[in-house]
């Protein structure tokens, strides 16, 4: 007899299976558990197990802990709580993990603290596998750059200007008491000369505040006022000095850093929610990529990818034996220290200079009828022609270091008579007679860039370079949601980071 009601499959908690399924049946064939479990088994962890200790109790597995870890940066799981969670909750977890439970703070010490020395031998040996099947090319990489923000409070914050600006004022404090005190001294107390403060440290800001203790302590008639700052010096300065040579210890070659992590410099993000240009403490990750895998990665606290390079290029080395032998980048590297290094190590350098795009555009070449490098070089008589026909003659030559320690040699050219010239003021801007500084390798390793950048390989290269290293950028940033460090220091961040590009690649072979 038929019935209104309608029909369910049958449903029962308490039912019991006679063939309980196993874990491994309950995972996709093609499921990206697999391909990670698959490396990481292929994988040489040798270097993983000599941070663990032969006595003691029994540790969990560092195999079985670097593929949690691995496939939680997969996922996007990328905190050590949720990850235990995982472990207990996700099958695909518990399949790699064996059904082991570890707890946040063993992810956590295996992630920070055992993986120090291992994690680069192992993505090293991750994009080799990849190499050998085809995947990605160690010889030809896309190379750029990006700013993470590190896990580290906004407002703690050390500035090398304001040190400077504070010592500045140490300076004129104790020059100005010590002056008063000159003049308030009988002749045979008489003071030397105030302390020569071209630079200033810590014994010599002590000598000096023990010194005007002794010649104006007890005195009668003191100005008040001199009396007051003596007693505000006396506490403060001794202290201050130390910290700020402290602070300048941290900062070296940097403008600042965070307190709540000293490796960290305050960069300018493109993630600008308020649009106010606010600095965030951070660190600038650069990459070399290869078919959107991550063939080599560093770390650095200097915001300028243009001073990034050499290290890069030496990681790079020290990872697979050699160089590349063609790397491809946008202009932010074209300085002339960097096409002098890739030139040594016989890298064919795609890499654009500052003004490239700018001169390819016809409309920017005829707003600058008469810059420098437009100028008829006469090779004969060494001279440069001026836009009214007049001689510039070679006046001598110049070196400069930049902030790197890189030398420069420039050639100076001067002109004879611009006082008269009708192109005056719209020629150049300067006073007197115009002088242009020529620096030739420079204009040859651009001019060499530039024939390069505009060849068939080159137009295809540069094509590719932006569907290449910037893409592998956006996805692990806006698809995976990876725009903060959780860990601290640039130890710890560049295994951050390690895990973060085996996770790219493995989610790219398994795509």
């Given at each position: 007899m038929a019935t209104n009601r309608p029909v369910f499959k049958p449903y029962d908690q308490q039912q019991i299976l006679a063939i309980p399924p196993t874990l491994e049946e309950l995972i996709p064939a093609s499921h990206p558990v697999r391909v990670v479990n698959e490396v990481i088994n292929k994988l040489n962890l040798e270097p993983l197990l000599k941070a663990y200790h032969i006595r003691g109790s029994s540790s969990y597995h560092p195999q079985m802990l670097l593929k949690v870890l691995v496939y939680g940066y997969v996922t996007n799981t990328y905190s050590s709580r949720k990850l235990a969670a995982a472990c207990k909750e996700s099958v695909y977890f518990m399949?790699?993990?064996?059904?082991?439970y570890p707890d946040h703070n063993t992810i956590n010490r295996f992630r920070g603290v055992r993986l120090k020395n291992a994690l680069r031998s192992v993505f090293e040996d991750v994009v080799k596998l990849l190499a050998e099947e085809g995947l990605l090319s160690i010889e030809e990489v896309n190379t750029d750059g990006t700013k993470i923000e590190a896990s580290a409070n906004k407002y703690t914050f050390v500035w090398k200007k304001s040190i400077g600006t504070n010592k500045e004022k140490m300076k004129k404090q104790l020059t100005e008491i010590w002056q008063y005190a000159q003049q308030v001294a009988s002749d045979e107390d008489k003071m030397p000369d105030p302390p020569d403060f071209t630079t200033i440290d810590s014994s010599k800001v002590k000598a000096t505040v023990d010194q005007l203790n002794e010649k104006l302590s007890g005195k009668e008639n003191i100005d008040k006022k001199i009396k007051s700052r003596l007693k505000y010096v006396t506490k403060h300065y001794p202290v201050n000095i130390v910290k700020y040579e402290q602070q300048e210890a941290i900062l070296k070659e940097r403008n600042s850093y965070s307190?709540?992590?000293?490796?960290?410099?305050?960069?300018r993000m493109k993630e600008d929610h308020m649009k106010n240009g606010q600095l965030k403490p951070g660190y600038n990750v650069q990459i070399s990529t290869s078919d959107q895998f991550i063939v080599n990665y560093t770390i650095h606290s200097n915001a300028t990818d243009t001073n990034t390079l050499k290290a890069h290029l030496e990681q790079h080395e020290a990872s697979f034996g050699k160089a590349p032998v063609v790397l491809i980048a946008d202009a932010g590297y074209g300085s002339e220290e960097n096409y002098t290094l890739l030139e040594e190590k016989g890298t064919i350098a795609f890499?654009?200079?500052?003004?490239?795009?700018?001169?390819?555009n016809e409309h920017h070449n005829s707003?600058?009828?008469?810059?420098?490098?437009k100028l008829f070089y006469d090779q004969e008589k060494d001279c440069?022609?001026?836009p009214m026909g007049q001689q510039m003659h070679f006046t001598g030559t110049g070196t400069r270091k930049t902030s790197t320690g890189f030398e420069q040699t420039v050639k100076r050219y001067q002109a004879?008579?611009?006082?008269?010239?009708?192109?005056?003021?719209?020629?150049?801007?300067?006073?007197?007679?115009?002088?242009?500084?020529?620096?030739?390798?420079l204009n040859r390793l651009k001019q060499k860039a530039y024939e390069l950048l505009n060849s068939e390989q080159g137009i295809q290269r540069r094509k590719k370079r932006c569907f290449d290293v910037e893409p592998t950028f956006g996805n692990i940033k806006q698809n995976h949601g990876f725009r903060r460090f959780l860990l601290r220091g640039q130890a710890k961040v560049e295994i951050e980071w390690g895990l973060v590009a085996i996770a790219q690649n493995l989610r790219k072979k398994a795509a």
């Open positions: 399949w790699l993990s064996s059904m082991s307190k709540t992590d000293p490796d960290a410099t305050f960069m890499v654009k200079y500052g003004m490239f795009d700018k001169e390819q707003k600058h009828p008469f810059a420098a490098n440069y022609i001026c004879g008579n611009c006082a008269n010239c009708p192109l005056n003021g719209a020629c150049h801007k300067s006073k007197g007679n115009r002088i242009v500084e020529v620096n030739e390798n």
